[in-house]
Each structure stands twice: as C-alpha cells, then as structure tokens.
C-alpha cells in the first residue's frame, strides 16, 4: 500500500533515564491514524520477567510489530539468561537479517537496571550517551528536556515524567497519559 493511500501509524514518545542507581521508562498512550487519535490510553512500556530477570522495555512504532519483536527479545532473553546486551544483539542481527522481520516497523528501549539500549530495524543496538535515551515522534523533544534537567534532578523519575510532559506539549503525537516503569540496577 501506497504512503499516498495510507496515512500511516503515528505517535509515541518513549524516553529512559539512568540515573542514581536505577533506571526509569516513561511512554505516552497515543496512538494516531493520520490526523485521528486512535486511541489515547495505550500502555507502551511492558516489564517482561523471562527466566526470573526484570527487563523493562519501551516501544515506539506498530503495535503488532512491537509484540512481535518483545516476543523475539524474551525467547533471546531466556536463552541468554542475564545477558542482556547478547539478546539484544541477537534480536538485532535477526530483526537485519531475517526477510519477515525486516518489514517490521518499531523502535526499542530496553533495560535490566544495569544496561540502558535502543534496537533498531538498521541492526543498531545502541548504548545512549548521556543516560539517556528516547525514541518515537516525540523523541527529540524528550531528549532534549531531560539532557536539560540531567544535571539539576537527582531523581531519574522525575527527569523521565517532566521530559514527557514537555514532548506532549510541542509534539502533536504524544498525549500526557503516562506509563512509568521502574527498574533498579
């Protein structure tokens, strides 16, 4: 299907902060069709627990597609139990290689606490500078806001809720309605 007869999914803002020994994901409920919010309430931050290790991860994109890739990241997840940068890199040469997965459009932030990543589509498995990372249409503004508060808040939470709050005011994508998760290292 053409972009021209299809307005396309739009909308998320995802963002992770590590900061004083625990890492926080905090997600907008937004889903947009085009010009039309879909749904406002939607939860885009799972806590996965595959073989009794925490994994936070955060979601931007399609929602099927999402789904399918968390399930890919827990099956690695239990077959590399603690090894999260190895599932993730797993995941990732698969999501590159595989001719199903390629078409998969979706972002991830994942985390155990300790390891802070974004996966990607390219086969990129990224550890964010800064402690920081955010994904979606509301990414940057994320970003950006929590960079600005870094270093004046000592409280991961709170960066991760005000960066949100401030990405649902400039981006027309991402609604106030928040799903926080907290994951200690």
């Not at 994320?142 to 949100?164: N, P, T």
């Amino acid at each position: 299907m053409s972009d021209q007869n299809f307005p396309g999914w739009h909308g998320t803002t995802i963002v992770g902060v590590r900061k004083g020994g625990k890492v926080v994901v905090a997600g907008d409920g937004q889903v947009s069709l085009g010009q039309t919010v879909i749904k406002g309430s939607a939860r885009k931050v799972r806590r996965l627990s595959p073989g009794g290790h925490e994994v936070v991860c955060g979601f931007a994109g399609s929602t099927a597609d999402a789904f399918t890739l968390l399930e890919r990241l827990e099956a690695k997840l239990e077959a590399t139990p603690g090894q999260l940068q190895r599932a993730c890199v797993e995941l990732a040469k698969d999501w590159r290689t595989d001719k199903y997965l390629q078409k998969l459009e979706a972002m991830l932030i994942v985390t155990d606490g300790a390891e802070l990543y974004v996966i990607t589509g390219a086969g990129d498995v990224l550890e964010p500078e800064n402690d920081i990372a955010a994904i979606g249409s509301g990414g940057n503004y994320a970003l950006a806001a929590a960079r600005g508060m870094y270093d004046f808040e000592d409280d991961a939470e709170v960066i991760a809720r005000k960066a949100l709050e401030i990405a649902a005011e400039i981006c027309v994508y991402t609604n106030g309605n928040m799903t926080v998760e907290v994951i200690h290292g």
